[in-house]
């Protein structure tokens, strides 16, 4: 059996989010906790991959380089903990624009499936926003939100329906219930 894949969102999942975009390597901050929870999972034998909305690029608050170089400093802090992320993919345009990769739409996801030559039905995708439960409920995965980033705002929102979907506090905690299934089945 092939090793068990999990999804990220990026900002609020495993770093700090803004109203104002992360736009640059110093913005960008990890919440305490979620690389050593990125470790534990690959630790435990999953692929770690991670799926992002950065419409900051269309809206020309960053480019490219700089979101690759948010993405080294992550490796980088990442790797001293012994985890590793197995693929990045992240959805360059805006709200209005009419691509199929931002989430809620699934493009991305797909992409990155056919990419690891993967069925995403059941995988988890963990996020803190109604548009990665979203994605994940119309992908057949399994939604887990987090509390940090928009997560707590999400849960307070009307328009956030919140059935099947595993609410908890932090990326660490979500690991330590991956690891925790894992074992058991």
């Keep these: 059996m092939a090793d068990p894949v999990v999804f990220l969102d990026r900002d609020g999942v495993i770093n700090e989010d803004s109203d104002t975009y992360i736009k640059s390597v110093c913005e960008w901050i990890p919440i305490p906790g979620s690389l050593e929870a990125i470790a534990r999972l690959n630790h435990a034998g999953f692929r770690v991959v991670i799926v992002s909305n950065q419409s900051g690029i269309a809206r020309g608050l960053f480019d490219t380089a700089a979101l690759a ?12 903990y012994g985890g590793r992320v197995e693929m990045i993919g992240y959805c360059p ?3 209005t624009d009419s691509c199929t990769c931002r989430k809620p739409r699934p493009g991305l996801l797909m992409t990155l499936g056919r990419r690891l030559r993967i069925d995403l039905t059941g995988l988890p995708l963990v996020g803190d926003s109604i548009s990665d439960i979203q994605v994940a409920h119309g992908l057949a995965m399994t939604p887990w939100l987090v509390l940090t980033g928009k997560g707590q705002r999400t849960v307070e929102s009307s328009a956030a329906d919140l059935r099947g979907v595993r609410v908890l506090p932090d990326l660490r905690a979500v690991a330590d219930q991956l690891v925790k299934e894992s074992i058991v089945s």
């Design 69 to 80: 170089a948010m993405h080294q400093k992550l490796r980088e802090l990442l790797a001293k």
């Design 93 to 95: 345009h805006g709200p």
